[in-house]
Every structure is written in C-alpha cells, then in structure tokens.
C-alpha cells in the first residue's frame, strides 16, 4: 500500500493529460507528481533522450516520501517499465497503460511515420490534430491532453529510442507488482498475452469502451484502478 503516485505523460503531449487524476486522487489524500518528460510541455526545446527521460523519473520518484505507484501510459509507460526494470525495489507497484506491444525498430519506424505524417497535411496540424483528438474522445480530453503545448521535433528520438528497448526483459525484471491497464479498443493491445506471461507478478485490466488514451477515454474509472492498486486491492481482472 501508498499513498504515492507518479505519473508518466504520452509522447506529444505533457503533464496535463493527468489532470483528471491528479485532482481525483490529491483529492482523497494521495501524493501525486506528474512531470514533464523532456522535449514536452514546460520542456519543449529540449532534445528528448531515453537517458533524461529516465532522469526525470528517478527525481520524481525521489520526491516521493514513500516508495510509489509508478503510472506510464502509451510512451510513458514504456519508459516506466524500462526503469521499473532496474530500480523496481524502489516502488510499490507499477501500472503500464496502452503499452502492450512489443515495438522493434521496424514497427517503431512505421508507427513515427504514421505520426509524422499528420504535419505534412496543409494548414495548421496542432489545431487539425486537436480536433481529430476531441472527435474520438472529447473537448475536456484535447484540451487536457494538448493543454501543455503539442511537441514538435521528438518523434524521431522517440521512435530510436522506443524501437531499441526490449521490454519484454525489463518486464521479466521487475520484481514488483505490474498491473496492465488497455483500452478495449486500443491497437497497442497486440501483444499483452507476451506482457502477462513476461511479468512475474501481472494482471491485466481492459477498460470497456476506452481507445489508446484510456486515462481520457474512461477517466473516472481509470483513477478508480490507480487507488485500488495503490491500496493493493482486487482489481476487476
């Protein structure tokens, strides 16, 4: 059990895709922190490498005043399980969100161009993503998930930097419980069965309805399942 929680943001967007859940969970006595990663939101114009991202969990995770849930989810939770990976015993538990497939270079090559290819199109692409954005979730969730800025210029140290990590080995190292959280709807769910059967200690939860971004998709449910696992109790498996 804590009452300690990190939180780590999707590639493109900030911290304040989390306000739901920050202001959920401070509000029932939990300790949340929710940094930027670099290259993002307060830290836009900073080169993105795994090296400071990881930096930046270790200094969240240390401003913590116990050991914490330490939340990723889509980039966020790929970087969370490459540091659970080497520092698990300094968490209570880890939940990995929308990060169940297992990247390669190649499939991280083609999901990056699949991304850039939004800014080729004429006109302006933040405002043109944004309502794409609001269209599959809602207003509040664009404005949340863009609210710190869209970056620009991290996608292709994103994608060399995700396609070279084997998170199937940082998952078999952590030591700690790891709840697996996916939308129903949402692709990167390709290869959970490979996630479970990796992990030590794993469970899965498929959120009804929610697409790639579930902390958007299905919000009050999804902060539901970050206090159950912070209080380490039965989830709806």
């Known amino acids: 059990m804590t009452h300690s929680i990190v939180l ?13 859940q920050v202001r959920r969970l401070r509000k029932k006595g939990f300790e949340v922190h929710a940094p930027d990663l670099p290259g993002h939101g307060t830290r836009r114009g900073e080169p993105f490498t795994v090296d400071a991202a990881l930096a930046t969990i270790d200094a969240a995770v240390d401003a913590c005043t116990e050991p914490p849930l330490l939340v990723g989810l889509s980039l966020g939770g790929y970087l969370t399980l490459h540091w659970a990976g080497r520092s698990a015993d300094r968490l209570a538990g880890v939940v990995a969100a929308d990060c169940t497939i297992v990247p390669g270079p190649a499939l991280a090559r083609l999901y990056g161009l699949w991304m850039t290819m939004k800014d080729w199109l004429p006109g302006d692409s933040d405002s043109r993503v944004e309502r794409s954005f609001a269209r599959r979730h809602s207003r509040k969730a664009a404005r949340r998930y863009y609210g710190g800025g869209r970056a620009h210029g991290v996608v292709a140290a994103v994608v060399r930097a995700i ?6 080995a940082d998952v078999a190292a952590i030591s700690v419980p790891i709840i697996f959280v996916n939308g129903e709807h949402d692709p990167f769910r390709r290869h959970e069965a490979l996630f479970l059967e990796a992990a030590r200690d794993g469970e899965l939860v498929v959120l009804e309805g929610a697409g790639h971004i579930a902390n958007l998709s299905r919000p009050k449910r999804f902060t539901k399942i970050l206090r159950r696992c912070a209080a380490g109790a039965p989830l709806p498996v």
């Open 8 to 20: 780590i943001h999707a590639v493109r967007s900030s911290r304040t895709m989390w306000a739901g």
């Open 163 to 168: 396609g070279g990590i084997d998170l199937l």
